[in-house]
Structure formats: C-alpha cells, structure tokens
C-alpha cells in the first residue's frame, strides 16, 4: 500500500528541468508532496485533492490523476534549493502513507 | 515560533529502559500525527488523534508503543522496553483538519545502545 516513486535518484544541472512520479494500488483522496533536506524535518510543498486542479507555485508544480492513481511532480529550471529527497504522501483514511522517496541533486 | 515543537531532539538509551517524547502541535491544529523514520526511507505512519481521541495506529506498531493526546492539546509517545531497532528519528506532525498540509516538527532522534 505504499506509493511507488520514480526515478529514486536523479542528478541536474542548474537550470534543467525535472519529473517525479507517484503511483499508488489504492484509490486516492489526496496526494501531498513533501521534500526533505539531510537532517532536517519534511517541509510541505502542495497538497492535490480528487477532483482538484493542477497546482503549483513558482516553478514547481505537480499533477493528480485519479483514474491512474498517479501523481507526477514538475521541477523546471531547477535551482540549487531544489536539491534533497521529495516524498509523496497518499492520504485515503485519514493518514498519510509515504513514498521511499526521490533524491534529486542540483549541481551548480 | 508557532511551529510544531518535539522534545528531547535528541535520546540516548539503554536496551530495556522505556522513553518518552512529547510533541506541541499548532495550537489550532486538531490532527496529530507520529511517523518514524529510518536512513534511507520515507515517514513511516505510527499512530494519528483527532483531538484527544486515537483514531488509528498501525498494525505494525508493537504493543511497547503508546500514544496519548490528553486533553487534545500535546502529545507523549511511550516506548517501552526499547530495542535496537527502535532506534530512529520520530517526527510529530499537526494539521488543521484532514486533507490539509501537515506541518512537521524537528524530531527526535533516538539512539538505543
């Protein structure tokens, strides 16, 4: 029951763009994406609700497919800030269940 | 700072010994959450409260794990009888309803010798 992501690893170069995606067996009330830098706390980045919108600030954005049950995240011209580990989050009963995670290195 | 707060950061125990962490949510924040967290892997859900009543707790959860959100203002989490494979980062989170962002706390990291 917990999401599948891909890729687990990607490297970048300031400037190009990235996708992160999500997938999950169960049907979806919401997805959250979260990212998280080496030693500190999860730290929210959008929340994507069924039968919501694509959302996105800035230049990170990400989709929700219901039917598919799938979640994909965008990152385009990415800047070093970007770098650490993203996580969804699946919510169907009231929690969330995490992904294992999508590290993504910016290098200058 | 009106963030979610967790103490100790940082716990170092004995095989055996019981700990204790408590966490302070947002204070209008009605859901909190305890996830742990290993190297390497995302948040794993432990247990949730509505308030101060326990909604739900993994079934992975070993019965030396307590929850409690008394008065459904901070919460303790209670390991007992602590084992080397207990040793992780515990993280709180708290949000204002369900399907709402979770705002997370610094953790605390437990180290069991």
């Known amino acids: 029951q917990q999401p599948v992501q891909s890729p687990q690893a990607v490297i970048l170069r300031e400037g190009e763009d990235a996708v992160i995606n999500c997938s999950s067996s169960k049907a979806l009330y919401s997805v959250h994406w979260y990212r998280q830098k080496h030693g500190e706390a999860p730290v929210f980045l959008m929340i994507l609700l069924k039968g919501g919108e694509q959302k996105g600030h800035d230049k990170i954005s990400a989709s929700f497919n219901e039917k598919k049950q799938q979640s994909s995240l965008y990152l385009t011209a990415s800047q070093l800030s970007y770098s650490g580990t993203y996580f969804c989050?699946?919510?169907?009963?009231?929690?969330?269940?995490f992904g294992q995670g999508t590290t993504l290195q910016v290098k200058p | 700072d009106t963030g979610v707060s967790q103490n100790p950061r940082h716990k170092i125990t004995k095989r055996g010994q019981n700990v204790t962490f408590r966490c302070d949510p947002i204070s209008e924040h009605n859901r909190l959450y305890w996830y742990r967290q290993t190297l390497g892997q995302g948040p794993e859900f432990l247990t949730y409260f509505q308030n101060e009543a326990q909604l739900e707790k993994s079934r992975l959860l070993s019965d030396r794990f307590s929850a409690e959100r008394p008065k459904g203002s901070f919460s303790t989490l209670e390991i007992q009888r602590t084992e080397q494979g207990d040793s992780a980062m515990y993280l709180c989170a708290s949000s204002l309803l369900s399907y709402n962002e979770q705002f997370f706390g610094p953790g605390t990291r437990l180290t069991v010798l």
């Open positions: 989050g699946t919510e169907t009963t009231g929690k969330l269940i």
